[in-house]
């Protein structure tokens, strides 16, 4: 890995990143095709209306409050490739959840096409987001880690409820209440931290499409997107996404 960047070597698409020098403790999670679909955040509530009547909750974690604070370069080159289009494009990201243990995953998210692949960490963390985003450390939290040079972009929070589709097929996220906590300066942001204007729901499964049943459903309060919250909220900080 660069350490200029947030890239790993996504060898053959069906491949894990090799990780060897970053030391022990990643976990990598089992491949698969991710989809996107936003919405207007008025029409939240009906689409978790929707899904919670088509499908079952997670039996685990069925409602919960996720935190997530992305790195990138200083010419954002994570958010480039996305708005670009990129084949191939990863993140670095910093997750916790409430209610939840005082420990934060550290996460690498690659993407080849519609396929994701994901590397996690438990890391400690606190101290380092109390307040805001405390910059320094967060850097020498991934030099640690991660052994990558790169900036906290911004930190965004969002209410989560998931689903099971009921074939067991794939697996359903409703991202609402999406708030930008904070949006580093390098950003130049035209908007102040806040609510969005959006929704999210997020389809991940084995399959590269979900059942055209369920794609038919979400098609009435949401449209595919190629963008993640990453994306949209970076381009709804600097005035766009209206």
Not at 26 to 40: C, D, F, N, V
Not at 86 to 101: A, D, F, T
Not at 142 to 161: F, K, N, Q, T
Not at 184 to 212: C, I, M, Q, T, Y
């Amino acid at each position: 890995m660069s350490a200029a960047t947030p890239r790993v070597s996504v060898a053959p698409a069906s491949e894990p990143a090799d990780l060897a020098g970053l030391g022990g403790g990643w976990i990598a999670s089992t491949p698969r095709h991710e989809l996107k679909y936003a919405g207007p955040a008025a029409r939240a509530g009906q689409g978790e209306t929707l899904l919670a009547h088509l499908c079952p909750p997670d039996a685990e974690h069925p409602v919960n409050v996720v935190h997530s604070i992305y790195f990138d370069t200083s010419r954002l080159a994570a958010y480039e490739d996305k708005a670009n289009g990129q084949y191939v494009k990863e993140k670095v990201r910093l997750r916790w959840y409430e209610p939840g243990p005082e420990t934060g995953w550290l996460e690498i998210k690659a993407r080849v096409g519609s396929r994701g692949f994901k590397w996690r960490k438990a890391v400690p963390f606190g101290g380092v987001v109390s307040a805001g985003p405390d910059e320094a450390a967060l850097g020498a939290l991934l030099r640690e880690h991660l052994g990558a040079v790169l900036r906290p972009s911004v930190w965004l929070a969002y209410r989560r409820r998931r689903f099971v589709v009921p074939d067991g097929s794939a697996r359903m996220a409703l991202d609402r209440d999406v708030k930008l906590r904070w949006a580093s300066p390098s950003l130049a942001p035209r908007r102040p931290p806040g609510l969005l204007p959006f929704f999210v729901v997020e389809v991940k499964g084995a399959r590269p499409d979900p059942p055209a049943w369920l794609s038919t459903a979400i098609g009435r309060f949401a449209r595919r997107t190629a963008f993640s919250k990453y994306g949209l909220c970076v381009d709804y900080a600097r005035g766009g996404f209206s």
